[in-house]
């Protein structure tokens, strides 16, 4: 039974993705309780994500308990209650750089950095420290700019900020999402965070 359940979830995990690479996927459970259609949490990590057209490179994610209607039928699983997930996702300068220029978001470093889309190319992004340099081309004028943006997390919130250029914005605007902190390395930024899921 553990087993249908799981391919089903894997199921589920993969239709809420346009991609995904699951490397680890553990339903912690005993035969008692998932019976009842209660799993005590599922461990998933996952590489190559594309969630929303968000890139992550890689994600490894623990949820609290959750309880499924046991319909035994992997295109209808239904989970009936609300639980957290707390994670950590590892995103490259390609992943945000990928991004911020989908279709999806464009809009949202566009309006960010009071930049017009149909004047204003993101060419590049890079990750300093604490600090995201993104350099766009500017078709007007002609030439390359460069606008550091400083990150921050206040009320678990990633801000973005460049006081000079009266930049303060924060993502994500979503309340069910929390972030705990955030780390750079190289080229990577290594998220923690916990989201109420219903």
Known sequence: MISIIEFALIFWIKKQCTSIEIILFKINTSIRNIIKGKIDNIILTANKINYQDISINNAELKTTE????????????????????????????????????????SGIISSLLKLDEDIHIVKSLNIFNDTIVIEYIDLEKEGKYLIPLNLSIINSKLFFINYELSINDYFPKDNSIFLDSFDTK?????????????
Request: charged share 25%; hydrophobic share 40%.
């Open 66 to 105: 959750i309880t499924i209607r046991n319909k035994l039928n992997m295109e209808n699983i239904e989970i009936v209650n609300k639980f957290e997930v707390n994670g950590v996702l590892k995103l490259t300068n390609k992943d945000i750089y990928n991004t911020i220029t989908s279709t999806k978001w």
């Open 186 to 198: 190289k080229d990577l930024m290594i998220i923690r965070f916990h989201a109420k899921v219903s």
